[in-house]
């Protein structure tokens, strides 16, 4: 690091002076990293922005409006540790989703993870309100859904999409919501709408108040907070259907969770 410092500042002093143009220190100082040269951002088409935009403004007023609020008294009358209950609860019912598209991506090993956490947290963490499987034995939960299935056979994303409550998406990952509604155990349960819709909230909230401010931070930093989600729900889909992105740092947390307010399932398609 020190010897960085000294390079920069070195080649900085040589273009104040005269000896150097900028492109030469350009090139000496880059070739240090050359092995480390990030791969192209690649980006996801957005014909539909004026659209998108619309929608992604009606979603930032419900979000500041409705759901972080609510999600901010839920926090007042419930206790972290009973939130995250909750939401391990939510979490081990969802199991058929990750699995089953775990297995129609032969990925056995991602099966047999979802498979054993599935069976260990019914069991020892008493119908899946804790979560032994990753506290005791280490084994996390994987990220499987239809539109990674999708696009580890190849299917591009279409095009982007902003959900109306859902959020960041895109033609083939909306589709993919669409199929994984169909392996969610809640909606067979015999509910009614309303009822199936207010088990839905209580999970989409949940989690948002677990989050720690993920998309306050977005807006109050980013100039265009629209493109940037775009560009980091793209990268982030990327990585997980197993291609190379330009950075892999990318958020883990309600903001970009698919299903985390779906009216898909709200309203048991």
Same mark, same amino acid.
């Given at each position: 690091?020190?010897?960085?410092?000294?390079?920069?500042?070195? !080649?900085?002093?040589?273009?104040?002076?005269?000896?150097?143009?900028?492109?030469?220190?350009?090139?000496?100082?880059?070739?240090?990293?050359?092995?480390?040269?990030?791969?192209?951002? &690649?980006?996801?088409?957005? #014909?539909?922005?004026?659209?998108?935009?619309?929608?992604?403004?009606?979603?930032?007023?419900?979000?500041?409006?409705?759901?972080?609020?609510?999600?901010?008294?839920?926090?007042?009358?419930?206790?972290?540790?009973?939130?995250?209950?909750?939401?391990?609860?939510?979490?081990?019912?969802?199991? #058929?989703?990750?699995?089953?598209?775990?297995?129609?991506?032969?990925? !056995?090993? &991602? !099966?047999?993870?979802?498979? +054993?956490?599935?069976?260990?947290?019914?069991? *020892?963490?008493?119908?899946?309100? *804790?979560?032994?499987?990753?506290?005791?034995?280490?084994? &996390?939960?994987?990220?499987?859904? !239809?539109?990674?299935?999708?696009?580890?056979?190849?299917?591009?994303?279409?095009?982007?999409?902003?959900?109306?409550?859902?959020?960041? /998406?895109?033609?083939?990952?909306?589709?993919?919501?669409?199929?994984?509604? *169909?392996?969610? #155990?809640?909606?067979?349960?015999?509910?009614?709408?309303?009822?199936?819709?207010?088990? &839905?909230?209580?999970?989409?909230?949940?989690?948002? /108040?677990?989050?720690?401010?993920?998309?306050?931070?977005?807006?109050?930093? /980013?100039?265009?907070?629209?493109?940037?989600?775009?560009?980091? +729900?793209?990268?982030?889909?990327?990585?997980?259907?197993?291609?190379?992105?330009?950075?892999?740092?990318?958020?883990?947390?309600?903001?970009?969770?698919?299903?985390?307010?779906?009216?898909?399932?709200?309203?048991?398609?």
């Amino acid at each position: 690091m020190l010897l960085r410092i000294f390079i920069s500042c070195f !080649f900085g002093y040589l273009i104040l002076i005269g000896s150097v143009s900028a492109d030469d220190f350009d090139a000496a100082f880059g070739d240090e990293f050359s092995d480390n040269q990030a791969v192209a951002e &690649k980006l996801i088409a957005d #014909p539909l922005q004026t659209l998108n935009r619309g929608t992604f403004w009606v979603n930032d007023k419900l979000y500041f409006y409705l759901f972080k609020p609510a999600a901010r008294g839920y926090r007042l009358v419930l206790p972290r540790p009973a939130r995250v209950s909750v939401g391990n609860f939510f979490s081990n019912l969802a199991t #058929p989703i990750r699995a089953g598209n775990a297995l129609l991506q032969l990925e !056995f090993r &991602k !099966f047999g993870t979802e498979t +054993y956490r599935f069976v260990i947290n019914t069991t *020892f963490g008493i119908g899946g309100l *804790f979560d032994p499987a990753e506290s005791v034995a280490g084994v &996390k939960k994987q990220v499987e859904d !239809f539109g990674q299935t999708l696009g580890r056979y190849g299917f591009g994303h279409g095009f982007y999409l902003v959900l109306p409550i859902v959020g960041p /998406s895109s033609l083939r990952d909306a589709t993919g919501v669409f199929v994984d509604s *169909f392996a969610d #155990p809640i909606r067979y349960v015999n509910l009614e709408t309303v009822e199936y819709m207010g088990v &839905k909230f209580l999970d989409a909230e949940t989690r948002l /108040s677990l989050d720690r401010e993920t998309y306050e931070g977005i807006v109050h930093d /980013s100039i265009d907070p629209y493109l940037f989600i775009r560009a980091a +729900y793209a990268q982030r889909r990327l990585a997980q259907v197993g291609e190379d992105t330009y950075n892999v740092n990318i958020f883990e947390g309600p903001l970009f969770d698919g299903d985390l307010l779906n009216p898909f399932d709200w309203f048991g398609f």
